[in-house]
């Protein structure tokens, strides 16, 4: 009897210690109601540059928004899948939401913008967003090295009640 209970507690105990783990490596993201459609055209513009080097189909939107006195700053711009665990490594900027665009997800980071966003209660989980287990056994020569340059070509707008201007464009830090 008295293995039993001890047979049943290491089990509930095990089963605790792999539901933790499972949590702690899914990240659940909210999902996010776009409120100014001109983002909408923003995305259009990159989705034509992206299109050109092909980054559609393995890289994710990324949308950064930093409120200022007088507008909001949006930097836009794509990031490989493969390479987000290594982007975001040493990034502080919080992951806000998501929105669908074109049928695609655009993840959205920094500051809360009302006007911009709003919360839905929905919530959706990305596979590349997830940590890897440290203490896996894994093939050295399957290891793919870092990417050489992290930061993606990114455009910087300043958007206003009633204008967009494309403030700067080219290698930039999209996050912080």
Do not use: C
């Given at each position: 009897?008295?293995s039993?209970?001890?047979?049943l507690?290491?089990?509930?105990?095990?089963?605790?210690v792999?539901?933790?783990?499972?949590?702690e490596n899914?990240?659940?993201?909210?999902?996010?109601?776009?409120?100014?459609k001109?983002?909408?055209?923003?995305?259009?513009?990159?989705?034509?540059?992206?299109?050109?080097r092909?980054n559609?189909?393995t890289g994710?939107?990324?949308v950064?928004?930093?409120?200022t006195?007088?507008?909001y700053?949006?930097?836009l711009?794509?990031?490989?899948k493969?390479?987000?665990?290594?982007?975001?490594?040493?990034?502080?900027?919080?992951?806000l939401?998501?929105?669908?665009f074109?049928k695609?997800?655009?993840?959205?980071?920094?500051?809360?913008a009302?006007?911009?966003?709003?919360?839905?209660a929905?919530a959706?989980s990305?596979?590349?967003?997830n940590?890897?287990m440290q203490?896996?056994?894994?093939?050295?020569?399957?290891?793919?090295p870092?990417p050489?340059?992290?930061?993606?070509?990114?455009k910087v707008?300043?958007i206003?009640?009633?204008?967009?201007?494309?403030?700067?464009?080219?290698?930039?830090?999209l996050?912080e």
């Amino acid at each position: 009897m008295k293995s039993l209970i001890i047979k049943l507690t290491m089990l509930v105990f095990l089963l605790g210690v792999n539901n933790h783990l499972s949590n702690e490596n899914s990240h659940s993201v909210k999902q996010l109601k776009l409120l100014d459609k001109r983002i909408e055209y923003l995305l259009a513009s990159m989705k034509i540059g992206e299109k050109e080097r092909h980054n559609l189909r393995t890289g994710v939107y990324v949308v950064k928004v930093q409120k200022t006195d007088n507008y909001y700053e949006l930097k836009l711009g794509v990031i490989f899948k493969d390479d987000f665990q290594w982007y975001l490594k040493d990034k502080r900027d919080k992951l806000l939401g998501y929105f669908e665009f074109n049928k695609r997800n655009v993840l959205v980071f920094g500051a809360y913008a009302p006007s911009l966003f709003s919360t839905l209660a929905s919530a959706k989980s990305f596979d590349f967003l997830n940590l890897k287990m440290q203490n896996e056994q894994v093939d050295s020569a399957a290891i793919k090295p870092p990417p050489i340059i992290f930061e993606p070509e990114v455009k910087v707008y300043h958007i206003t009640s009633r204008k967009i201007i494309l403030h700067k464009k080219g290698l930039l830090n999209l996050l912080e």
